[in-house]
C-alpha cells in the first residue's frame, strides 16, 4: 500500500505535464488516499478527473451508497454541450465466500472491489465477469 500512495503521490504531482501530451490519462487512486474522506469528497475527485477526460480506477471501489451517490450527482451535471456523464464498471463482490455478518466476523469479508470510472463518450465496456473488466477507450 506505501508503495502504491507513494507512485500515485508521484503522479499527481506530473499530471499537469501528462496533460500536454496527446493519449488518455488513468488515474490509479489507492484506498489510503479515499480512507477518511467524506462520500461527497469522494465523488468530487473522481468527478474533476473524469471531467477532464481522465480514466479513474479505485482500488477498492465505492461502497453501492457512495456509488449511487455518484451517479446521482453525475445525472445532475450532465450537460448536452459539456460533460456527458460517466461510464461505470466494478468487479462484483465475490460469490465463493460468506460475505456475511459471520463471514465478515471471521476475517473473510471480500468487499474490496476495483472500479473503473470514466466519461461516457471515451469509455466502452466490452466485456466484464468476476475477473476481467475489458473497455475500449477513445482519446479526445
Not at 33 to 38: H, I, K, N
Not at 51 to 64: A, F, N, S, Y
Not at 71 to 95: A, L, W
Not at 96 to 110: A, E, H, K, P, Q
Amino acid at each position: 500500500m506505501k508503495y502504491t500512495t507513494k507512485l500515485l503521490s508521484t503522479l499527481g504531482d506530473t499530471m499537469t505535464e501528462t496533460k500536454k501530451h496527446n493519449g488518455v490519462q488513468i488515474d490509479l487512486i489507492s484506498s489510503d488516499r479515499l480512507d477518511g474522506m467524506a462520500t461527497m469528497e469522494k465523488i468530487q475527485l473522481i468527478l474533476d478527473s473524469v471531467r477532464d477526460g481522465d480514466i479513474v480506477i479505485l482500488e477498492e471501489g465505492l461502497t453501492p451508497d457512495e456509488e449511487s451517490r455518484l451517479i446521482e450527482t453525475t445525472m445532475s451535471e450532465i450537460d448536452p454541450d459539456g460533460f456527458n456523464g460517466i461510464e461505470i464498471e466494478t468487479y462484483p463482490q465475490s460469490s465463493g465466500g460468506d460475505s456475511g455478518l459471520f463471514g465478515r466476523i471471521m476475517g473473510n469479508d471480500d468487499s474490496s472491489r476495483l472500479t473503473v470510472i470514466g466519461p461516457a463518450d471515451q469509455i466502452e465496456t466490452l466485456h466484464k465477469d468476476e475477473t476481467v473488466i475489458s473497455a475500449l477507450v477513445s482519446g479526445n
